[in-house]
């Protein structure tokens, strides 16, 4: 029988990539999306709000009437926010940890009972390369993911004894359109931070356009699931990205924060 997979934020994006090339791995797939009107899909899509209990409820229920069981879960959905600290709305910073932090813990908490009643089940939490630093201008995201992917190593050795696995893959920057969705704090005209914020953003914007195709993630994910014992933790993005890792760990916490500042021009 095929595996049951639900992949969430599949509209577009990594989310669609993924959803699209598990269908043709002969998966049988269910997207979400938080409006499920557009066409075109080679996969059902699902009406989903991971902020909301009962839509993630109702979305999980629907999938287990129609296939008695869900074997995968790929933790997609999230959103982006970007601007100085001191400027970001605090409302605005509790919204984006309510998608990519809250959210996704509660659509594990809903899919995890039914996995452990078939003693089975795989989770892969798409997280980001930005949670493993602080990055200027976007530290409430490398908040969210980085908060994430700490919750996601604790889940992995709780869930361990049910058979479920729980793997995290950070991607780099991707070409998506998750700039236009992102919530970006605006660039104010008294703002001290007005000169290199906006500098910044239009830096963020051009690597996300110049950014690895979503069809690799795609990639990476039907790799992970052909293998038995995966890794706690999975990279994908430029040589530099994924070095930056490696550099934060060895170098003096200065010095690393001199090569960032460096980078981001301020």
Not at 41 to 49: S, V
Not at 84 to 107: L, Q, S
Not at 190 to 216: C, F, R, W
Not at 229 to 235: A, D, F, R, T
Request: glycine share 8%; proline share 4%.
């Amino acid at each position: 029988m095929s595996k049951v997979v639900l992949v969430t934020g599949a509209s577009s994006g990594i989310g669609k990539s993924i959803a699209s090339l598990l269908t043709n791995k002969g998966y049988k797939v269910y997207g979400t999306s938080r409006n499920p009107n557009k066409t075109g899909f080679d996969f059902e899509i699902l009406p989903l709000d991971v902020t909301n209990r009962d839509s993630i409820q109702n979305c999980i229920q629907l999938i287990i009437e129609k296939e008695k069981r869900l074997d995968i879960l790929v933790n997609n959905a999230g959103m982006g926010i970007t601007g100085p600290i001191e400027d970001t709305p605090t409302e605005e910073m509790k919204r984006v940890f309510n998608t990519n932090f809250f959210g996704a813990i509660d659509v594990i908490k809903e899919v995890l009972p039914h996995m452990r009643n078939h003693k089975r089940g795989q989770i892969i939490n798409i997280t980001s390369i930005a949670g493993y630093m602080g990055l200027p201008y976007r530290g409430i995201y490398s908040a969210t993911k980085g908060a994430f992917e700490l919750a996601m190593e604790a889940l992995r050795m709780e869930v361990k004894e049910f058979g479920v696995t729980v793997v995290n893959l950070a991607p780099g920057d991707v070409a998506t359109n998750i700039a236009a969705g992102r919530y970006h704090t605006p660039v104010f005209d008294n703002s001290a931070y007005k000169e290199n914020y906006q500098a910044n953003l239009e830096l963020m914007n051009a690597h996300v356009d110049t950014g690895l195709s979503p069809d690799i993630m795609a990639k990476k994910v039907y790799k992970i699931l052909q293998k038995k014992n995966p890794k706690v933790h999975y990279k994908v993005g430029g040589f530099m990205e994924k070095f930056s890792i490696v550099l934060k760990r060895i170098l003096p916490d200065k010095m690393y924060e001199k090569l960032l500042m460096s980078h981001y021009k301020l």
